[in-house]
């Protein structure tokens, strides 16, 4: 409420839909839309945060929960974020409060030698291009976690979006992130296509074994045994999220398209070239734009000149 007050929003507590079938903890209006915030500490199934997901989307709010588990089986299964375990008086206090999880940056590389990044295929480098979601203290460079009350305003005013990315080679399973809206435009100019596709399969219910083992009835009670008995699985990784891998970088994203440019010099020119530009004379290649002879090929190469990537811009 302080948050969306602050940044002149309207929110409101336990806000009802009209028709009195939605309830959201806090209802958050912006030029965007209507956020609907769950702060959901306690256990909740998958069939429930779907249904519960579907029927405030239907009503025009985007739903927008809040978890501080990150076993929690919302996650991935709605838009969400994740949060630190602190005490309710923290939470009430000015403290500000980071989101954890949920809220990825895009990344994308040439995997060449010369990359900060190792290859995720082989761990060396392969020449294509990868694209992927990382938490901001993975990028590179690293970015800013985003605080809850900054995320707050961001949604509401469409700066952070809800986004559904597809596993390239299985499209029925998804992550679910926020993202700045310019990571999401860019995604898409390199994807090619909206990252909207049908919901991943409902999880199978788990089976009831029995291990016919004797109960420990034993009370642990103020122990400090530092044992946990949480068998679900961890679902909120510091993984990249939704890597997609291009053998080459796709023709769409490029500023200044590829096009039948032919370097007609003498060896003396391409010498000279070499020479100015600082590289090998095999490395020269003409610029993708004007066809003037530039470092186009091997380590610290461009696409085109200086002049055609200004205009571009």
Same mark, same amino acid.
């Given at each position: 409420?302080?948050?969306?007050?602050? +940044?002149?929003?309207?929110?409101?507590?336990?806000?009802?839909?009209?028709?009195?079938?939605?309830?959201?903890?806090?209802?958050?209006?912006?030029?965007?839309?209507?956020?609907?915030?769950?702060?959901?500490?306690?256990?909740?199934?998958?069939?429930?945060?779907?249904?519960?997901?579907?029927?405030?989307?239907?009503?025009?709010?985007?739903?927008?929960?809040?978890?501080?588990?990150?076993?929690?089986?919302? $996650?991935?299964?709605?838009?969400?974020?994740?949060?630190?375990?602190?005490?309710?008086?923290? $939470?009430?206090?000015?403290?500000?409060?980071?989101?954890?999880?949920?809220?990825?940056?895009?990344?994308?590389?040439?995997?060449?030698?010369?990359?900060?990044?190792?290859?995720?295929?082989?761990?060396?480098?392969?020449?294509?291009? +990868?694209?992927?979601?990382?938490?901001?203290?993975?990028?590179?460079?690293?970015?800013?976690?985003?605080?809850?009350?900054?995320?707050?305003?961001?949604?509401?005013?469409?700066?952070?979006?809800?986004?559904?990315?597809?596993?390239? +080679?299985?499209?029925?399973?998804?992550?679910?992130?926020?993202?700045?809206?310019?990571?999401?435009?860019?995604?898409?100019?390199?994807?090619?296509?909206?990252?909207?596709?049908?919901?991943?399969?409902?999880?199978?219910?788990?089976?009831?074994?029995?291990?016919?083992?004797?109960?420990?009835?034993?009370?642990?009670?103020?122990?400090?045994?530092?044992?946990?008995?949480?068998?679900?699985?961890?679902?909120? +990784?510091?993984?990249?999220?939704?890597?997609?891998?291009?053998?080459?970088?796709?023709?769409?994203?490029?500023?200044?398209?590829?096009?039948?440019?032919?370097?007609?010099?003498?060896?003396?020119?391409?010498?000279?070239?070499?020479?100015?530009?600082?590289?090998? $004379?095999?490395?020269?290649?003409?610029?993708?734009?004007?066809?003037?002879?530039?470092?186009?090929?091997?380590?610290?190469?461009?696409?085109?000149?200086?002049?055609?990537?200004?205009?571009?811009?």
């Amino acid at each position: 409420m302080r948050a969306a007050h602050r +940044h002149g929003l309207s929110a409101q507590i336990e806000a009802r839909s009209t028709d009195g079938k939605i309830r959201n903890d806090v209802l958050v209006s912006g030029s965007a839309g209507h956020i609907g915030w769950e702060a959901q500490y306690s256990p909740i199934t998958a069939s429930t945060v779907r249904r519960r997901s579907t029927a405030a989307a239907d009503r025009g709010i985007m739903p927008l929960w809040v978890t501080n588990d990150d076993r929690a089986a919302l $996650i991935d299964r709605a838009p969400w974020v994740r949060v630190d375990d602190l005490p309710w008086r923290a $939470i009430a206090s000015d403290r500000a409060m980071l989101v954890r999880g949920g809220v990825r940056h895009l990344q994308d590389w040439a995997c060449t030698p010369a990359a900060q990044r190792p290859c995720p295929l082989n761990g060396s480098s392969c020449g294509g291009l +990868h694209v992927a979601w990382s938490l901001p203290a993975l990028c590179l460079p690293p970015k800013p976690h985003t605080g809850v009350d900054a995320l707050v305003a961001a949604s509401a005013e469409g700066d952070f979006v809800p986004m559904k990315i597809p596993a390239q +080679h299985n499209p029925r399973a998804s992550a679910r992130l926020w993202a700045p809206a310019a990571d999401r435009d860019r995604w898409r100019n390199i994807i090619g296509e909206d990252e909207a596709l049908p919901d991943a399969e409902p999880p199978m219910q788990a089976s009831l074994t029995f291990t016919e083992e004797d109960l420990d009835s034993t009370c642990r009670y103020g122990e400090d045994t530092r044992v946990f008995d949480d068998r679900r699985p961890r679902r909120d +990784h510091a993984d990249t999220s939704g890597l997609h891998t291009f053998p080459e970088v796709p023709q769409r994203i490029f500023r200044i398209p590829r096009q039948p440019q032919r370097l007609n010099v003498s060896p003396e020119q391409r010498a000279e070239a070499s020479r100015r530009c600082g590289c090998r $004379i095999w490395q020269i290649g003409p610029c993708a734009g004007c066809g003037t002879p530039i470092h186009r090929y091997g380590s610290g190469s461009a696409h085109a000149c200086a002049d055609c990537r200004r205009r571009a811009r």
